[in-house]
């Protein structure tokens, strides 16, 4: 039996290329793989007669070729083979494109298992590219619930399943189960051989639910494991700040803070003035004031003597902050610096000095204040803006400036509370849920490509009038597996610029470099940009007073709360701002997810219904947390299994805080696995 720190290089086939690839995917060793689950699994089981196979469906069929195989070149580069199978209730027409290997595959009078998906019309079926197989030998591919995995170019899931199953021989019982046995019974889960077994190869959908189902709670179970030890960890004394006079705050200002406001600057100066560091999450929808609360807490330790930090994602951002913080702030005579990484040499060696002798009150800056050469004199407050945006790791690396600094973090992502508490660990909740008196309601319309045409008289009648649009289109990784075809910006940036060559038309995209996607969005907080088109990127929170418009392409691609956080970035000025969604899909989910956006703008609400629909699994993830990825939650793990992992977490913390007992030794080697695998960024 092999250990499952196995490279996966002992897997026969799988060479150094094909490590590479594997790699690619995050498969280093038998346990990744083991841990890379199915993406989908299709219904092979089950044969139908051809005149009862669905149209627009795959299926199998059991069929007998009726000729020869015939090869046709239809022109260069383009092979056709076409065959005729039967059954007793009737006949298909069969197509493979450019694999004339198939002509002699395929036998005139031999009986094959075909699955793929009926088209033609009634009188005369198709259907092209099927897998196939003798009936004699079925079972491999049809006859069976066919796992289907995430791959790249130069794998394919036929050398995924392989490697599975031979990782799954060789593992056998040897998997140390993280779960204990008395959970697993209170809790009717299963075993993990049978779990890991029935995740990848299903001998029946009820299997694969139970199977589903444990690995679900498994992920929640340790990550509620995790993060409770370490709230059990943490310990040590913080730079208490003594309460001031809030009053004072609120009279320089020149509007009436809501009753949010008011309650989460409390519970952070309460947090505050403790002798333990502050951890607390004030989560907001965008546009209702999070950035007040940071203004007062800085505000606080500057009338300490103590100084402040404010990091944000983007030098744009930072900008923006600078100028709303320093007009929070001059009023007291507290200094507002910046510090970013296109400043140069001189102004940020201006700027360090002034950190270090403690003239600066708050910096304000990007991943540059996390550079080694970055020290202040009295460090007492980290605030972190779009938290995901930075991970926990950055979080943690500039409240290591300053011993047991006080944090805080801002999110213009709204999370259930429940859900918030487990992204974020052992941080307090503070909840903004009230937007400030004159905030635009943005109405938002969910149309088809039909509407083309009037969308465009519509976009420029809005920049007629002086007003600034955006239109996102989707991010395609490389592989996505389509079956239409998605709008990418830098084609629809042309397409909308020939479409409207009086307009200032730009683009703007993850992959540029940083600087010219700070000239273009520094265009566009000027004013010089009529329609800027991006893909995500402009999710987080550029403030463009003059963008009346958000347009999404293909939106049924987008998260509710994704959706959510492009709307919110129009109706932030006086201005009438609209959303609109175009989507040609027809899909339950793609409606519902839709039909949302256009009834409620209350980021809370939409996501309950992102929750209702995707699961908690989605919430998760490296990419916006910092957080271990969910291999199996985001697939089956709803609400429901979250909050009984998180109730048996809790009640085994209860029993056994630090994971000590011997039959918690598999457990505690988990939740050390997630530590290490994040380089202690959870910690």
Known sequence: MAELNTDVRFLRGVGEQRAKLLAKLGVHNLRDLLEYFPRAYEDRSVTVPIAQAPFDQSVCIRATVSAPPLLSRVRRGMELVKL???????????????????????????????????????????????DYELERRAGAKTGRIMPRYRLCHGLSNTHMMGYVRECLNMTGTKVPDPLPKPVREKYALADIDFAYENIHFPADFPTLEAARHRLAFQEFF???????????????????????????????????????????????????????????????????????????????AGQAGLQAAFMAPTEILAEQHMDTLTGFLSPFGMRVDKLTGSMTAKEKREVKARLSSGETALVVGTHALLTADVEFSRPALVITDEQHRFGVSQRGALSAKGESAHTLVMSATPIPRTLALMIYGDLDVSIIDELPPGR??????????????????????????????????????????????????????????????????????????????????????????DILVSTTVIEVGVDVPNAALMVVENAERFGLSQLHQLRGRVGRGTH???????????????????????????????????LRLRGPGDFFGSRQHGLPDMHIAGLGGGMDVLKTAQTAAQELLHDDPELKKPEHSALSERVRALFAAKNDMLN
């Open 576 to 610: 009438k701002s609209w959303c609109i969604l175009v989507s040609d899909s027809r899909t339950e989910e793609a409606r519902a997810r839709l039909g949302a956006m256009c009834r409620t703008n209350n980021g809370f609400r939409i996501s309950e219904e992102d």
């Open 222 to 300: 340790l990550l509620a494991c995790a993060l409770g030890a370490m709230r059990n960890s943490h310990h040590g004394g913080g730079i208490p700040v003594p309460h001031p006079d809030i009053e004072q705050f609120y009279a320089s200002l020149s509007f009436e803070p809501t009753d949010a406001q008011r309650r989460a600057i409390d519970e952070a100066l309460g947090d505050m003035a403790l002798s333990c560091p502050m951890n607390r999450l004030v989560q907001g929808d965008v546009g209702s004031g999070k950035t007040l609360v940071a203004a007062a807490c800085a505000w606080a």
């Open 440 to 529: 635009q309601k943005v109405d938002t319309f969910a149309v088809n490509e039909s509407y083309r045409e009037r969308l465009y008289g519509f976009m420029a009648k809005l920049v007629r009038e002086g007003r600034q649009v955006f239109v996102v289109c989707p991010m395609v990784e490389e592989n996505d597996e389509l079956d239409y075809e998605l709008k990418s910006a830098g084609e629809h940036a042309k397409e909308l610029a020939a479409r409207f060559p009086s307009l200032r038309v730009e683009c703007v995209h993850g992959r540029m470099k940083s600087a010219d996607k700070n000239a273009v969005m520094a265009a566009v907080v000027r004013g010089e940009v």
């Open 84 to 130: 005729r199978a039967f059954d007793d209730t009737g006949s298909v027409d069969i197509t493979f494109f450019n694999q004339n290997y198939v002509k002699n595959a395929l036998h005139q009078g031999e009986t094959y298992v075909f699955y793929g998906k009926i088209g033609g019309i009634p009188m005369r079926r198709t259907m092209s590219n099927p």
